[in-house]
C-alpha cells in the first residue's frame, strides 16, 4: 500500500449507540474526519487511534472498519472507522451534533458514499441476528479485555509499564500490546470459527518451547491468549536467503515430528482438511459462481472461471496423484509466509496458527514455491525457489527420495491456493458476519490455482492431465495481469501487525 493521502473519517457513537457524531462543512453534515499519509493497512489500528485522540481530545480505541473505500472514485480514498471513547468528562464540540437514524432524512450529507455508510452503521448496530458478531465490535469489550491481561500479568508477578495499545481489530482477531517490566506481552482474541488456534497455542508451546509463542494465560471460553513477544524481525525483514533455508528446513523437521502426534491436534480442535476433503469439494467450490465475484475488480472474469471449470478433472487427478505418495498428514500452519515466520536469536519462531489445519504437509509451502510472491523479500538471489524446495524437502526424505519428492513439491504448491479458497468458502466466510473484509480472499487463490497449476503440468507427466489443461481457451498473461491480482498478505493487510502475536 503506497503513502499517499488518505482521509479519515470516524463514527462516534453515544453510549447507548443510538447516536453518532457529526459536524457542519460549508452547506453540509458531514462525520468527522483527519488527512493522513502512511502505509497502513485497513485493519490496522493504532494510527486511528492517534488520529482520533488528536482530532476529539479523547481516549479512542478501533472498534471496526465500517468502510475501506466510502466514495469508490472519489481522487482521495476514504476510510470510514468506528471508534470508542474511554474519556468520561471529554466535552462536545459546540459546531458537532448527535444525530440518530430517524434524523438523517431532514439532514444533507455531504456525499452519497457517507449517507449510505451512516445508514449501514444504524441498520448493523440495530440488527436482531448478532449470531456472527465478534465481541471486539461491541462497546465496551475493549475495557474488559484490557482489565483481563493487567490481571493475567499480575498473577505472573509483572506490571504495566505503559498504556495498553491496540494493533489490529477485524473479524479474524483483535490484537493488543502492553509493555511490561518482563517484556512486551500481546494479547489475542479470535472468533469462535477459528476457536482451535487457542488449544493449537497451548499444545505447541508445551511440546516444543522456543519454536512458537510462549502462551502466558488463556481464557478458552472467551477466546482469549496472553502471550509473550517473541521478538519483532521477522523474515519478510531479512534478505538473507541462508536465513530463510534455515526457518523452512527448521518447519519441516517439526513436521515431521508432527507427523505421530496427528492425534493430539485432533483433539485440540484442529481441523481435518485432506486430500479426499479436497476432491470431494472441488465441484461444490466452482459451482458457486457468486463467491468468484465476476464483473467486480477482485473478482475472476468469465473467461477465468470457464478455465476453472475446465481444469476440475485435471485438479482431482493431482489431488489422487499426490496421495499415492508415502507422504503422512501432518499439522499445516495454514498461513506461512515470511512475516509469519520471527528470525529468533537461536531458532525461528513459527506464529499466528490461528488457520492450522492437519492436511498435506508441503501446502505450508505456497509462498516459498512461488517466485513472484518471494521476490519483494529475496530481490535477485539465485535459485532461492529451488534452495528453499530443497531445505525444506531433506527432512522428508524419511518417506521417500528426493526425486520424488520434489514431485510432490510441485503438485502440493499447485494444489495448496484451492485448499487455502476451500478454506475461506467452507469455514471462514460463513462464520462470518460482514462478508466484505474477507470476500477477496477465494477469487484471489483461485487466480493463483490457474497461475500454478500450469507450472505443475511437466511434473504430472500423465497425458489426460496435459489435454485437460490445454483443452480451455485460456491464456496465463489473464492471470498475471489481472486487475486484483495483488500480493495477497497486501489484500488481507498481514504485514502491518504481524507481531508475535
Known sequence: ?????????????????????I????????LPHVSKAGAFKWQS???VNKAANEAFGFRATTRRCASPDMDPGSPVQGLVYVVENHSATWTLPSTARWVGAGDLGRLTIATPGMARVIEEWFAWVGAVDKSLRVPWYEAGWMK????????????????????VEQVCSWQRSCVMRLPTTHGVAYFKAVPAVLRSEVDISVLLDHEYPGMVAEVMAVDAPR??????????????AVPDLEQWKTAVHAYAQLQV??????????????????????????????????AMKPGSPEGLSMKQIHALHYRARALKIAAHRLGTLRLPISLDHGDLWAGQIVAGTNNPVFIDWSDACLTHPFFSMAFFS????????????????EQLRDAYLEPWTVYEPHDILTQAWSIACSLAPLSTALLYHDRILPGME???????????????????????????????????????????ADVRTSEGSTDIHSQMGMGQFNGPH
Open 1 to 21: 500500500m503506497s503513502d499517499a493521502i488518505r482521509e479519515h473519517y470516524f463514527i462516534v457513537p453515544d453510549a447507548g449507540d443510538t447516536h453518532i457524531l
Open 23 to 30: 459536524v457542519p462543512e460549508g452547506k453540509f453534515w458531514t
Open 45 to 47: 489500528t493504532a494510527h
Open 144 to 163: 474488559e479485555a484490557g482489565a483481563w491481561m493487567v490481571q493475567q500479568l499480575a498473577m505472573l508477578d509483572s506490571k504495566p509499564t505503559g498504556p
Open 223 to 236: 477466546r482469549w491468549l496472553l502471550m509473550r513477544d517473541m521478538g519483532v524481525k521477522t523474515l519478510d
Open 257 to 290: 515430528d508432527w507427523v505421530d502426534g496427528a492425534r493430539r491436534f485432533s483433539m485440540a480442535g484442529c481441523p481435518n482438511r485432506g486430500l479426499l476433503q479436497l476432491v470431494s469439494s472441488i465441484d461444490r467450490l466452482l459451482a458457486d459462481t457468486v
Open 370 to 385: 512461488d517466485e513472484e510472491e518471494m521476490h519483494p523479500y529475496l530481490g535477485e538471489a539465485p535459485d532461492a525457489s
Open 434 to 476: 460482514v462478508k466484505w473484509e474477507m470476500e477477496n480472499m477465494i477469487p484471489f487463490f483461485l487466480r493463483s490455482v490457474l497461475r500454478h497449476q500450469g507450472e505443475a503440468l511437466p511434473t504430472l507427466g500423465m497425458a489426460d492431465y496435459e489435454q485437460e489443461a490445454e483443452s480451455s481457451d485460456y491464456d496465463q
